[in-house]
């Protein structure tokens, strides 16, 4: 059993900051791919970021990159995006994935299996 619960999402203007949170429960010790994914109205769903909880191993969409840092803190089981210099078009929906063993980059929903409830970001200009 795998359960994710999101927190962290809001509104905030244009340049600002949005940390994202993740609490991972889980009943193994297995190693996970976990990442973030977002959708927009009228828009696919979109690989965010990811991380492989083994190697340690990170996977950003070049439409992130240099302003997204997805971290994970081991002992609390919580996964984190660190969303910098945000843009009118970052605002989306926003949902923490898991899946057991390695991680496969680009992020592709489907090798997920486990998906949190998602968080909204909205970003004003």
């Known amino acids: 059993q795998v359960t994710l619960v999101e927190s962290g999402g809001g509104e905030v203007q244009v340049g600002g900051s949005l940390r994202l949170s993740c609490a991972l429960t889980?009943?193994?010790?297995?190693?996970?791919?976990m990442g973030w994914f977002r959708r927009s109205p009228g828009k696919e769903r979109e690989g965010v970021a990811a991380?492989?909880?083994?190697?340690?191993?990170?996977y950003y969409a070049d439409s992130v990159k240099g302003r997204f840092t997805i971290s994970r803190d081991n002992i609390k089981n919580m996964l984190y995006l660190q969303m910098n210099s945000l843009k009118p078009e970052d605002t989306a929906m926003y949902y923490c994935?898991?899946?057991?063993?390695?991680?496969?980059?680009?992020?592709?929903?489907?090798?997920?299996?486990?998906w949190g409830q998602g968080t909204q970001v909205t970003v004003s200009s």
């Open positions: 991380r492989y909880t083994g190697s340690g191993a990170t």
């Open positions: 889980t009943s193994t010790s297995s190693s996970y791919c």
């Open positions: 994935a898991a899946d057991r063993g390695s991680c496969y980059f680009p992020s592709r929903a489907d090798d997920f299996g486990y």
